[in-house]
């Protein structure tokens, strides 16, 4: 991949790659070298003003145009990422420090995935029609979807393109146009798809995409009164901001916030299973993401077999290179964020925690020796209520924490002020499906994690999210239904009731 196509990321409004409009910029560092990419243009005010005048120019056509217009559209931009994949994946890699295995096999693929998954979503969308028999009438009700108007979506850095389609896709399917903005942190991807817009002919104004930071751009998104709902994936803190702005002028909200997640592993399950599946749910793309399984629960019986045989597992897991095809372990997203998870470590320790591995920075030697890299740390002897239990870390930290029986493994699952998602290993249906209905979370996944069906829900509950996600619930988020009372005559001019 051409490392020129990073160096100056552009807006994308009205159909044209811009710069911003007094030409500010903010620069973009690669997170696996400390060294700079290029430059991102820095929207505010002016450039969100002309985004949301292009899309609501374009609204019109777009609204009106048919499911089966909307969906061709999609899935030619599914088809531009396919064909790019590789590229696209590169540039996930290089942006945001995720092995390049991750980028293939994952997040860009997923990315195409929702774009087609909403392709078709639309098309297949049923409406509700009710016959009404009363004594003296006869009625259908019908209720029509409408796009809701010019949506704003705003997404996060932890999986770049996968979360900006999982959002931009169902609001363009439904009709509606579009003024996104990816994370400052990690913007490449979302311009290599306003490019890839461009080359399959989506209308102009359709997709308007604002570079830029979240306190300028993403603000200046989300208290616009022409924007009428907003999809925001990200912290919790800056979601409880975010609806805070939205609620006084009654825009629609749809929140995906942070998790703190427990995996639960009872004595019973397939422990090579659970103990891979652990792994992986606590250390993938280096823990940032918002359904990792930063809590494992153990069952007292084998905490002490599974404690020791995970920090072997994390131990010898391959740090390296995010473009190396063998690295599990890349960098971090920024040196910011590196410190932040190093200062939650030094909180595990002052609380009395030990981290029986990793927590060390240990960039790799040569290209990578100024990168932000972590390794993956365990830590063990803190209660459920410790800050480190408690607070989203979103790093490669996890803590096992032994439990005696089901209902204090429940107890201690849900003793956090998120509800995200959770994990339940056990060799028992009849307890997986006990310990699932009674965890506090918008999804439960059971001997395995990160299994998704596009078609399902997806949310969280308590400090984790507002609203839901996913197939019917994603697209219905992006219209407003108005219901159609039809009297009509069923008797006829014959009849001779009266
Ligand atoms: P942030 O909340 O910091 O940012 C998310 C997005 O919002 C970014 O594009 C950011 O822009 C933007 N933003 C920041 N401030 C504002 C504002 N005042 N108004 C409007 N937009 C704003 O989260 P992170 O990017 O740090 O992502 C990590 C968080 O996201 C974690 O808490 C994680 O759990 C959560 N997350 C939740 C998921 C879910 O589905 N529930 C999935 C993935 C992540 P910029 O980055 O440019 O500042």
């Not at 399984?293 to 995970?310: A, K, N, Q, Y």
Request: charged residues 20%.
């Amino acid at each position: 991949m051409d490392r020129a196509s990073f160096s100056e990321v552009l807006h994308f409004i009205d159909g044209e790659r811009i710069a911003s409009v007094d030409g500010s910029v903010i620069g973009n560092i690669e997170p696996a070298t400390g060294e700079a990419l290029g430059t991102i243009a820095a929207g505010g005010q002016a450039e969100v003003d002309l985004a949301v005048a292009a899309a609501t120019n374009a609204l019109p056509d777009w609204a009106s145009s048919s499911a089966d217009t909307r969906g061709q559209l999609l899935e030619r931009l599914a088809a531009a990422i396919e064909d790019r994949l590789d590229d696209f994946a590169t540039a996930e890699c290089i942006d945001n420090g995720k092995p390049i295995t991750a980028a293939r096999q994952i997040d860009i693929p997923r990315a195409a995935a929702n774009l087609r998954f909403f392709a078709g979503a639309a098309r297949y969308q049923q409406d509700e029609c009710y016959r009404t028999r009363l004594p003296d009438d006869d009625l259908w009700n019908v209720s029509l979807r409408k796009p809701i108007g010019v949506a704003g979506c705003i997404s996060p850095w932890n999986l770049p393109l996968y979360l900006f389609t999982w959002k931009i896709a169902p609001a363009l399917a439904a009709g509606c146009t579009v003024v996104a903005k990816p994370s400052e942190v990690t913007p490449v991807t979302a311009d290599l798809l306003a490019k890839a817009a461009q080359d399959v002919g989506l209308p102009a104004g359709v997709l308007n995409i604002v570079q830029g930071a979240g306190a300028a751009a993403g603000a200046a998104i989300v208290s616009h009164p022409g924007i009428a709902a907003i999809s925001f994936t990200g912290g919790t803190e800056t979601g409880a901001s975010i609806a805070s702005v939205a609620a006084p002028s009654f825009k629609k909200t749809l929140l995906e916030l942070g998790g703190k997640n427990p995996t639960i592993v009872f004595a019973d399950a397939d422990i090579d299973q659970a103990l891979e599946g652990a792994a992986r749910a606590a250390y993938s793309n280096q823990g940032q993401i918002c359904l990792s399984g930063s809590r494992i629960l153990v069952e007292s019986s084998i905490v002490d077999s599974f404690t020791e045989r995970l920090v072997e597992r994390v131990s010898s897991m391959a740090i390296g290179d995010p473009l190396e095809e063998t690295t599990e372990v890349g960098a971090l997203v920024s040196s910011e964020h590196l410190q932040k998870v190093e200062n939650s470590l030094q909180v595990a320790r002052d609380e009395g925690g030990t981290i029986l591995c990793g927590g060390e920075r240990c960039a790799p030697a040569g290209r990578c020796s100024g990168g932000f890299f972590l390794s993956p740390a365990v830590v063990i002897g803190l209660d459920s209520g410790a800050r480190t239990n408690q607070e989203e870390i979103f790093g490669p930290v996890a803590t096992i924490i032994p439990f005696d029986d089901e209902s204090s493994a429940i107890e201690i699952a849900n003793d956090v002020r998120y509800g995200l998602a959770a994990s339940v290993w056990t060799g028992s249906v009849d307890r997986a499906l006990r310990v699932s209905e009674r965890i506090e979370a918008g999804t439960v996944w059971v001997n395995c994690w990160m299994k998704r069906d596009l078609r399902t829900v997806f949310g969280g509950v308590k400090e984790s999210g507002l609203g839901r996600e996913g197939g019917a619930e994603s697209l219905s988020f992006f219209q407003e239904p108005t219901n159609v009372c039809i009297r009509f005559d069923s008797k006829g001019p014959d009849s001779t009731d009266e």
